[in-house]
């Protein structure tokens, strides 16, 4: 994994924001956000090329973080990642994934989107 691709995680729940961070940050440069004026603030500095919405943003935050991402010249790439009950359809999403895909399956999903292929040396035991 290339240590220049960034990620943004925007979450309001701390510790699934930092939880992300160190899973994600072993494979990209990570910054992460609590709230849309921090993520503002963070898109306002540098390019990203994938940003995480987490399930704990409200459907209105997700949206003012969509609509400062539209006014950028470098279009990140949007993960979408929903909980038990949310709507399933996120249309602002360029993809969605399920808390309960666990932390490879997050790892898995950003390396997807930002075209890399993970390769995995674990044994399957019978």
């Known amino acids: 994994m290339s240590a220049s691709l960034r990620v943004l995680i925007v979450s309001r729940d701390e510790m699934l924001l930092r ?11 990570v910054s992460g956000a609590g709230r849309v004026s921090e ?6 500095g540098a390019p990203f090329d994938l940003i995480v919405l987490c ?24 993960l979408a990642m929903s ?14 994934l399920r ?5 490879y399956g997050l790892l898995k999903k950003c390396a997807e989107m930002l075209d890399l292929t993970l390769k995995s040396k674990a044994r399957v035991h019978a």
């Open 83 to 96: 909980g038990p009950g949310d709507e399933p359809d996120k249309p602002w999403a360029d993809t969605q």
């Open 39 to 44: 993520a503002r603030a963070l898109l306002a």
């Open 19 to 29: 939880t992300r961070e160190m899973i994600l940050g072993g494979f990209f440069e």
């Open 99 to 103: 808390n309960d895909a666990g932390p």
């Open 55 to 78: 399930h704990s943003l409200s459907e209105d935050e997700s949206q003012q973080i969509i609509e400062l991402v539209g006014a950028l010249d470098n279009k990140p790439r949007i």
